[in-house]
């Protein structure tokens, strides 16, 4: 369960939007940049559809709950105001990113069109996925190695807040189903992680090829650089496969796994020093 005594705290943060970065940001390497680029295109719509999904049930809900939507909504609002920045940098590179952002509208619209306890199961499952990826991010800060410093600490500032809000969903969640059959709640939850993951890795792959594609990158050595980044070094996504199933326990809550401490050590003066340095290896 979500410990007593976390506190949400929306950190207001505005990252320099004077200075241009290099269009391959993360150590000149157009894959791991892509690989980036094409989750932040995601976030504005996304983060939008999180936010009505949890507010649509918070009605009832019990006063810590209640504070904890508040406090997720406005940091997901800042989020998107810095994501939006974000895009325009990469549009600003030369990007064409018209055909990612159709792709997240396209599945939006089709689950706009679900009841909404399903887009609150679709929004569970995404907040998962994105507190899973912060985890990791946040762990091992050498994924960002080489980023420019004011990309880097974007990415930073957003991981820590993915990771203090990760239960609020599937707290609600609990709320909003807390007359179900306990095998009917588990049910949903795992179908929508499993079509969730589905059109996750699938739309974000496509979206991460099109950018490749428009730097020339293509075929073998696009799908190839792709996978092994991925999965093989630095290889998050194979890192993050053991927490992503334990999404399918029946009495999984995101907060069984209390990282807390990542969240203290990024914000402490030291390790964010740290961290700069290693940004700052490649600019």
């Known amino acids: 369960m979500t410990p007593a005594d976390l506190i949400i705290t929306p950190r207001d943060r505005r990252f320099r939007r004077d200075r241009g970065t290099k269009r391959h940001w993360l150590n000149g390497d157009p894959i791991a940049t892509a690989f980036f680029n094409a989750l932040s295109i995601t976030f504005p719509r996304g ?12 009605d009832g809900a019990p006063e810590q709950l209640a504070r904890e939507v508040a406090a997720f909504t406005r940091q997901e609002v800042a989020h998107s105001r810095e994501h939006i920045a974000f895009n325009a940098q990469v549009t600003d590179h ?12 396209m599945v939006l619209n089709l689950a706009k069109q679900r009841p909404p306890i399903i887009r609150l199961a679709a929004t569970m499952a995404l907040e998962h996925f994105t507190a899973i990826l912060a985890h990791e991010l946040l762990r091992d800060p050498r994924y960002l190695n080489g ?15 993915e990771i203090e809000h990760k239960g609020v969903a599937h707290d609600i969640w609990g709320h909003a189903t807390r007359d179900w059959p306990r ?22 792959a496509r979206g991460m090829m099109d950018l490749l594609r428009q730097d020339g990158v293509t075929g073998l050595a696009a799908w190839g650089g792709l996978l092994h980044y991925a999965l093989l070094r630095p290889g998050i996504m194979r890192r993050v496969a053991l927490p992503w199933l334990r999404y399918f326990q029946p009495g999984f809550h995101p907060w069984a796994v209390d990282d807390r401490h990542l969240i203290a ?16 290896t490649a600019t």
């Open 265 to 280: 050590r990024a914000e402490t003066p030291y390790a964010a020093a740290q961290m700069d340095d290693l940004s700052a």
């Open 47 to 58: 983060e939008a559809f999180f936010i009505e999904s949890v507010r649509a049930f918070r």
């Open 147 to 161: 980023a420019d410093p004011d990309v880097a600490a974007l990415w930073r500032w957003h991981t820590v807040e």
């Open 183 to 204: 095998f009917r709640r588990w049910w949903v939850r795992a179908v929508m992680m499993l079509i969730v993951t589905r059109h996750f890795l699938h739309h974000r």
């Open 94 to 105: 030369g990007y064409d990113v018209s055909r990612l952002d159709a792709d997240v509208t």
